[in-house]
């Protein structure tokens, strides 16, 4: 897990947790969630490469977080990374 076993020690899933947000881990598990502060990861580790199967995935996710931030526009910003190029 690269967020929790960084050189400096510190966890960020936890220091966003402590902060308020709610972490959600998978499509099924994001597309759940109804208000933000959210902070949704794909997948535990590496996500699936759209030839596996997420085909499709990224898409739905994107129009769910639209939602939820057109609901509460004030300090929120949206953050999507698709690539894969180091694959």
């Known amino acids: 897990d690269k967020f929790a076993s960084r050189a400096d020690g510190q966890d960020l899933v936890a220091a966003m947790q402590a902060a308020g947000r709610t972490?959600?881990?998978g499509k099924d598990e994001i597309?759940?969630?109804d208000k933000t502060p959210l902070v949704g990861?794909?997948?535990e580790g590496s996500p699936a490469r759209a030839q596996?199967?997420?085909k499709?995935?990224?898409a739905a996710l994107s129009v769910h977080a639209?939602?939820?931030l057109r609901a509460d526009l004030e300090g929120s910003f949206l953050?999507?990374?698709g690539s894969q190029v180091d694959w």
């Open 52 to 54: 596996e199967g997420r």
């Open 41 to 43: 990861f794909t997948a």
């Open 56 to 58: 499709g995935e990224l």
């Open 23 to 25: 972490i959600a881990v």
């Open 31 to 33: 597309l759940k969630q």
């Open 66 to 68: 639209e939602a939820l």
């Open 79 to 81: 953050l999507i990374e």
